[in-house]
């Protein structure tokens, strides 16, 4: 980027964060209205969940349906939503489709708190002008982040209590001797949100134990960080221990789930399919296949590019591999999903350029492992992927889904500006003009993706 084009980034980086925002809320907006369910893009059912508290004003067994097992944070925060519609639409039949409409406010408002802090914590690193724009609007234009932003699970909703604990984690952690007993509460209660949304919010207050301990060991005072762990570890076991410790009293595990999930969560004596996935491939041909007319039909799981898990991976995060395109993908029996008349072109453009931010957040990762202020982030990708791996040996089909690591975002958006940032300063002028042309590019054409999936 030129210095000229640099310093009109620089002047105008207020504008076109603005523009991004009313860009991302226009785009959602256009999502919900024209998605043909009115649960949104979902991979599992979590609303029966929410109509239980409604309707018996108790949190439901976990065995009460397929989801009820999970954390309850997103029951609450969804079913006061919930109600409003019940109350708007009194007698509308089930499945209560103004109801359930009106949850979607939870995934939308958490959508932008998202990009919200990812803002935020791109300041905090001094991220400025071009570098700040273009995360946000990477971030923004995330595929799998913006199909989540109209669906009812509570994945999304993860991601933004994990997004605002890191931020606030990497404030404190940058400068622990100036926090204050409210900063060290807040990020207990924020690691305690997050083991109340889902079992993988657990990454959360691993990381923050982590941190406390380390400080407790080398920090220049011990009693006050002892004291500051001791408040974390209390804030966090009282707002997000109990669901544990009710499984562990009912079904002799704290992680206890229904269905397949529960062969991932099994601990001791549990088998692990290893070789039915592939972690040293990256099946780009066959991924780019799915765009076309002639993709083969069929459940996703059954398709031979499904198993190549870093393969998958990227082609649920920069697309949706057919799930929410093909009717044949999902494998419920049942047309859930039309054709959204994405142009080919667009979709494996998107795809093939998808790499390029994947491979800056890579040279940014082993660029920021010495330093202090990125520890947060390097742990909780440490621990989210080796958590989440840990559980899809353990699950034979569906057990890939990018939207399950929605919470590193925040980090990928960091760690990718930070790779950016770097090789704009080492590469030769043209090789550096070739990266930034990839990376605007695939902006544009992100955007592009998303209005041609919303408009369906």
């Known amino acids: 980027m030129s210095e000229s084009l640099s310093f009109w980034f620089g002047r105008h980086t207020r504008l076109l964060l603005v523009m991004l925002a009313a860009v991302a809320v226009i785009l959602r907006i256009v999502l919900g209205t024209n998605s043909p369910q009115p649960f949104g893009y979902i991979y599992d059912a979590y609303w029966p ?18 989801e009820c097992y999970q954390p309850p944070f997103f029951q609450f925060v969804s079913v006061p939503f919930y109600a409003i519609g019940r109350w708007i639409a009194p007698t509308e039949p089930p499945p209560y489709v103004t109801a359930m409409r009106s949850m979607q406010i939870v995934p ?12 935020r914590l791109l300041r905090l690193f001094r991220f400025r002008g071009p570098y700040l724009v273009t995360g946000v609007a990477v971030a923004a234009s995330l595929p799998v982040f913006f199909i989540a932003s109209y669906s009812l699970e509570p994945d999304l909703l993860l991601g933004t209590v994990i997004a605002a604990f890191l931020y606030y984690l990497v404030r404190w952690y940058m400068r622990p001797a100036d926090a204050r007993v409210g900063d060290v509460v807040r990020l207990g209660c924020l690691a305690g949100l997050a083991a109340a949304t889902k079992y993988s919010g657990l990454s959360a207050g691993a990381v923050g134990l982590a941190l406390f301990g380390l400080e407790v060991v080398n920090g220049p005072s011990r009693r006050r960080a002892a004291a500051h762990l001791a408040l974390f570890v209390l804030a966090l076991v009282s707002i997000g221990s109990w669901k544990y410790v009710k499984n562990l009293q009912q079904f002799g595990t704290p992680f206890f789930a229904n269905g397949s999930a529960a062969d991932g969560f099994s601990g001791t004596g549990r088998q692990t399919y290893w070789n039915s996935y592939e972690f040293g491939t990256l099946r780009v041909d066959e991924l780019l296949q799915l765009t076309r007319q002639s993709a083969p039909s069929g459940k996703l799981t059954e398709l031979p590019v499904y198993r190549s898990f870093w393969t998958t991976l990227h082609g649920l995060m920069w697309g949706d591999m057919g799930f929410f395109t093909n009717p044949t993908r999902h494998g419920s029996g049942r047309p859930l999903y039309r054709d959204r008349h994405v142009p080919q072109w667009l979709t494996s453009s998107v795809l093939s350029l998808g790499f390029v931010p994947s491979a800056l957040a890579a040279i940014g990762l082993l660029t920021m492992l010495t330093h202090r202020s990125s520890r947060p982030l390097v742990l909780i990708c440490a621990v989210g992927l080796t958590s989440y791996v840990y559980w899809v040996v ?20 960091v760690f990718l500006t930070a790779g950016l940032s770097l090789l704009t300063r080492v590469l030769p002028t043209p090789f550096k003009g070739l990266v930034w042309l990839s990376v605007l590019a695939l902006i544009v054409l992100a955007h592009g993706y998303l209005l041609a999936f919303a408009w369906g």
């Open 49 to 66: 969940s929410v109509e239980l508290v409604y309707e018996t004003r108790t949190i439901p067994s976990a065995t009460a349906c397929r």
């Open 394 to 413: 353990g699950q034979q089909f569906w057990a890939i889904k990018a939207k399950y690591l929605l919470f590193l975002l925040p980090a990928y958006v």
């Open 108 to 119: 939308l408002a958490a959508s932008l708190i998202t990009i919200w802090y990812c803002y």
